[in-house]
């Protein structure tokens, strides 16, 4: 069945730093694909979204690319702050299916 | 987009007793679904509670162990029978709208419930 792969945590970077967070998936057809953030505390949030191949969502200088040839959809910030200090969900949807969620990760930056 | 409510928002349960948790929607839709997410884990999804039907559940979940109720497209209710503290968890209800003139789907999550099993 469907599946999505995130790379282990925790990620532990200091602020300014470069994120990235690894995340591929196993489907059939063409989901769509996502990632969530929660942060400590609260529920879950839609961070991003791409619904086809080579489109790139964004959001608060998050971004991830859905890479169709390598099924990947990667997680990257420029420059992360103490207030990204979260838990990281990959998911992807499939028509008559519900959201199928990675492990998650979580980032820790520190000042 | 859909606005989700749960209720209880938290409890702390017997072991032995059941909770039932209710969901209520701000629109009708058609797919509705609970899962749960332990103490530092991913989401896993319970079952789509189907209007009208019996519930769909996922490999590891049974009926007997979380009956659902779908009495209309606005409302749902889980209940969380017989507990022991491994069912302490965060219970989320979830919706998907579709978008159709625009060829979207989106999925959105009520605030969820915290349960704690003593």
């Known amino acids: 069945g469907d599946s999505v792969t995130q790379m282990e945590g925790p990620v532990t970077l200091s602020e300014e730093a470069f994120l990235t967070i690894n995340c591929t998936y196993t489907?059939?057809?063409?989901?769509?694909l996502f990632w969530y953030v929660q942060y400590p505390g609260e529920g879950l949030q839609l961070l991003l979204k791409?619904?086809?191949?080579?489109d790139k969502g964004s959001n608060k200088g998050f971004e991830a690319t859905y890479r169709k040839e390598t099924t990947s959809f990667h997680l990257e910030k420029g420059s992360v702050q103490v207030s990204d200090s979260a838990v990281y969900f990959c998911?992807?949807?499939?028509?008559?299916?519900?959201?199928?969620f990675g492990k998650g990760t979580t980032l820790s930056v520190s000042s | 987009s859909a606005v989700i409510s749960q209720k209880p928002s938290r409890d702390i349960c017997q072991r032995g007793t059941s909770l039932t948790i209710q969901c209520q929607v701000d629109?009708?839709?058609?797919?509705m679904f609970w899962y749960r997410q332990q103490p530092g884990q991913s989401l896993t999804l319970i079952a789509t509670?189907?209007?009208?039907?019996?519930?769909?559940?996922e490999s590891g979940f049974v009926i007997d162990k979380f009956p659902i109720s779908r009495p209309n497209l606005t409302f749902s209710t889980l209940t969380v029978s017989n507990m022991s503290p491994e069912d302490s968890s965060i219970y989320l209800c979830?919706?998907?709208?579709?978008?159709?003139?625009?060829?979207?789907?989106?999925?959105?999550f009520g605030p969820g419930t915290r349960l704690t099993v003593t």
């Open positions: 629109s009708q839709v058609t797919m």
């Open positions: 998911a992807l949807l499939q028509a008559g299916t519900a959201l199928i």
């Open positions: 791409a619904t086809k191949a080579d």
């Open positions: 979830s919706v998907i709208l579709v978008f159709a003139d625009r060829g979207l789907r989106e999925q959105y």
């Open positions: 509670a189907n209007q009208g039907s019996e519930a769909t559940y």
């Open positions: 489907a059939t057809g063409y989901p769509s």
